[in-house]
């Protein structure tokens, strides 16, 4: 092998360790249970999920229709329906979280955001964007807080009237989570009382009807996705199911006084992938290396090996 050949493939092989070094620092960070609001991996043993997560699903039910007298408040304070939204001619995008949850709701909002930001539809005049408070004690003042913090975010204050953030009482919210499909335990706190929730993150896109038409799991959303989803449905057009790779804001331990958050279905999915895919392609191209090396020390029939590069 050349000297030039055997730097290379030396230094393939030196990149090739600092990758797998930076994939896996991440992973190995996320098993640990950082302080309250940080965002680590769930505790769990032997890869099942913890017992109070196997109630925290979301079931994609595509075609069931949403709740249309299901009643709630709007922001303004104001009583509405959930119909209201409806109006048989454009979409919604829906989705289910609380608003003062201290982790997972608000990066499934920052995705929201990022991805409407690249939609090239107007909410309100296109398709209409419903959020649903799953805490029947969060106030309307709470939900137009959540609502201006997103809007200036957004960057389209002209838009206010296509975002809409309900609250509402228990029975209109059983209503619209069982229609989703959205699973979701209570939990403790930071004081102990039952005051949050372990769920998952997903959004959906319902048809002007009001009937589920698409499913988007995780926190970050593919903005042609959204796109595509939203047009369908305005065509009353159902989509097929997606992969049910969940994330899930998991819950508060009042003896540790620690959050966990579990994020590992998703994010080591896609560190593995990454790894696998970077190794193969460093792998084979290492391999080259050493067929190009070989052939080049190799006398060629006829000649005889001098050192020397032949002239011309």
Request: hydrophobic content about 40%; charged content about 20%; aromatic content about 8%.
């Amino acid at each position: 092998m050349t000297a030039a050949n055997a730097t290379r493939s030396k230094a393939a092989l030196a990149g090739f360790a600092l990758a797998l070094g930076l994939m896996a620092a991440p992973m190995r960070s996320s098993a640990q249970v950082s302080s309250y609001g940080d965002k680590t991996e769930g505790q769990n043993v032997g890869g099942q999920l913890p017992t109070v997560l196997e109630r925290v699903q979301v079931t994609q039910h595509l075609n069931a229709q949403l709740p249309m007298d299901a009643e709630f408040v709007d922001d303004a304070g104001a009583p509405v329906k959930l119909g209201k939204y409806f109006d048989g001619k454009h979409p919604a995008l829906v989705t289910t979280v609380y608003y003062d949850c201290p982790m997972l709701c608000s990066e499934e909002m920052d995705g929201i955001t990022s991805a409407l930001e690249m939609v090239h539809l107007v909410p309100g005049k296109d398709f209409q964007i419903v959020i649903i408070s799953i805490d029947p004690s969060e106030t309307p003042q709470l939900a137009a807080q959540k609502k201006a913090f997103y809007l200036k975010r957004y960057g389209h204050p002209e838009t206010a009237g296509g975002w809409h953030y309900l609250t509402g009482k228990m029975p209109a919210i059983d209503a619209v989570t069982k229609a989703i499909g959205f699973g979701y335990v209570r939990v403790p706190g930071p004081d102990g009382r039952l005051t949050q929730f372990a769920h998952a993150s997903a959004i959906e896109i319902a048809t002007p009807q009001g009937k589920l038409a698409q499913y988007y799991l995780g926190v970050e959303y593919s903005p042609k996705d959204v796109l595509l989803g939203l047009i369908d449905a305005s065509g009353n057009k159902i989509g097929s199911p997606v992969a049910n790779i969940l994330t899930y804001c998991y819950r508060y331990d009042p003896q540790t006084n620690k959050h966990s958050l579990m994020v590992v279905r998703a994010v080591q999915l896609g560190g593995i992938v990454t790894v696998a895919s970077l190794g193969s392609f460093i792998f084979l191209m290492f391999r080259r290396d050493i067929k190009l090396s070989h052939e080049q020390d190799t006398p060629q029939p006829g000649k005889e090996k001098t050192g020397e590069m032949d002239e011309g």
